[in-house]
T-cell receptor, first 118, second 115 residues
């Protein structure tokens, strides 16, 4: 199973709403990522979790709040978003453990959540 | 700041043509370079390259990494209309001893294959 599952696939929310995006993988990967992708642009890293701890926060506004309840799940809580936050939100995971100098690690992406903020 | 640059930004070819997509990078703590194909939604993994000079092949697609030149190429032979997509190059970086990595993407190459 090389699948990363994201829900929901589409989400429309108002600027005062609170919603959550969910991501799940069962590949035993210990690193999980949130990316934001605007139309015709490459994915931009938002957060990296490693062993369920936040490792990287790319200066993301506090209206985006990540959470990693266990090694298989990654959530992104959304609150008071702006219309410019509308984008495709991608989750990815990778094994990402350095063992004896081996650095081979593939990163797999979920299908994304298409978010529209109105 | 880590940087990944792809060229060309867009390419239009006819079925049967061979294309070469380029990716160059300037990063600290390079770990591996990945190629993805993105059609409508999520990037689909194609190749991961860690060692220089070793070609990876999958059907009509192949890729090779040149660590000395800090670059990689993705070749697609006998292109088909189904190859039309955005091809993304990403570099995984990570400090030694840590267990996380950061993927930095290039801008992508938009490939259009006409019948």
């Amino acid at each position: 199973d090389t699948e990363v599952t994201q829900t929901p696939k589409h989400l429309v929310m108002g600027m005062t709403n609170k919603k959550s995006l969910k991501c799940e993988q069962h590949m035993g990967h210990r690193a999980m990522y949130w990316y934001k992708q605007k139309a015709k642009k490459p994915p931009e890293l938002m957060f990296v979790y490693s062993y369920e701890k936040l490792s990287i926060n790319e200066s993301v506004p506090s209206r985006f709040s990540p959470e990693c309840p266990n090694s298989s799940l990654l959530n992104l809580h959304l609150h008071a978003l702006q219309p410019e936050d509308s984008a495709l939100y991608l989750c990815a995971s990778s094994q990402d453990v350095i063992r004896s100098g081996a650095m081979n690690t593939e990163a797999f992406f979920g299908q994304g959540t298409r978010l529209t903020v109105v | 700041e880590d940087k990944v640059v792809q060229s060309p930004l867009s390419l239009v070819v006819h079925e049967g043509d061979t294309v070469t997509l380029n990716c160059s990078y300037e990063v600290t703590n390079f770990r591996s370079l990945l190629w993805y194909k993105q059609e409508k939604k999520a990037p689909t993994f194609l190749f991961m390259l860690t060692s220089s000079g070793i070609e990876k092949k999958s059907g009509r697609l192949s890729s090779i990494l040149d660590k000395k030149e800090l670059s990689s190429i993705l070749n697609i032979t006998a292109t088909q209309t189904g190859d039309s997509a955005i091809y993304l190059c990403a570099v995984l970086v990570g400090a030694g001893g840590t267990s996380y990595g950061k993927l930095t993407f290039g801008q992508g190459t938009i490939l259009t294959v006409h019948p």
